[in-house]
């Protein structure tokens, strides 16, 4: 039995030990807490006959908390389809660098998109609006089909309320504009890819009006005359050259494009072509 220096009373280390006399550790329970509190003051460095004991109880070995460790956050795969490369590149170079977030593939066309989003399965397509083969919008539906839950965030260089509401019956989680930072792009990919949608605020109230039917589209009172009219309204074609390719008189083709005006709220064909964009009417 390991002795203790004379000088050793009972008493208390200030703080946490209780110390003892030799005659109190030579009996049981005491020897074997001496032994044990021994070996943990040597692993602090401290004399071991200096205490025992921490306040009656018997010294334990550290365990591991029972608290899980936290797990980091699901990746976000998504599918870039943007034709032009510049643009494309410094997208995806930004997304790079966003901590969970990596494109797997990248499309210039919706023929392509269709193909890269059926074999990466991606959480979230980023979608241009405009492409060399088509509409994007137009192609949600079938983006959707080939990766079933992808969501679609739509990239545009114009914002309306038209283009709004056709995203959402499309079935598309939202639209960014292009003039957008980076930064906001890539909150919009986690906030879709989490179940949530974007849209600019200032769209909300015209895309209610439009999904409930409160407002009128201005492309529904147009005949499909009309509608031919404007289109070569926006190619910039003269009354004349309409006359020509409708295969009606000039004073008919006239009438047409007066028409259209009217019914658009336009002044003239400039400002027809420029409500006919807006509305979303000449895609």
């Known amino acids: 039995m390991r002795k ?5 009373t009972s008493g208390t280390v200030p703080g946490i030990y209780r110390v003892l006399t030799p005659s109190t550790c030579d009996s049981p329970p005491y020897t074997r807490r001496w032994q044990e509190a021994g070996t943990a003051w040597k692993a602090w460095g401290t004399r071991p006959n200096s205490v025992i004991a921490s306040r009656g109880a018997e010294p334990t070995e550290p365990r591991e908390t029972d608290t899980p460790m936290p797990t980091a956050s699901p990746l976000i795969r998504l599918v870039l389809v943007e034709d032009h490369a510049m643009v494309a590149e410094a997208i995806e170079l930004a997304l790079a660098r966003a901590p969970g977030i990596a494109v797997a593939a990248r499309a210039g066309t919706i023929a392509a998109a269709l193909t890269e989003t059926a074999r990466a399965q991606p959480d979230v397509v980023v979608l241009d609006r405009r492409l060399p083969d088509g509409d994007g919008i137009a192609a949600i539906g079938r983006l959707a089909a080939a990766a079933p839950g992808a969501r679609v965030l739509v990239l545009t ?7 709004a509401a056709r995203v959402v019956q499309s079935g598309g989680a939202g639209l960014l504009v292009k003039s957008s930072r980076l930064g906001e792009l890539e909150s919009a ?27 009128g589209h ?7 005359r009309e509608r031919e009219t404007l289109l070569l309204l926006a190619e910039g074609v003269s009354t004349g050259e309409i006359s020509e390719r409708l295969g009606v008189t000039r004073n008919t083709a006239r009438n047409h494009v007066q028409h259209v005006l009217a019914k658009l709220g336009a002044r003239s064909k400039l400002e027809a072509v420029a409500v006919a964009r807006r509305e979303g009417l000449l895609d």
């Open 218 to 224: 201005p492309g529904a009172r147009l005949t499909a």
């Open 4 to 8: 203790f220096p004379d000088n050793i």
């Open 157 to 163: 260089g114009e914002a309306t309320a038209s283009v």
């Open 189 to 215: 990919v986690r906030e879709v890819a989490a179940g949530g949608v974007v849209f600019p605020p200032g769209l909300l109230p015209g895309v209610l009006d439009r999904l409930t039917g409160r407002a």
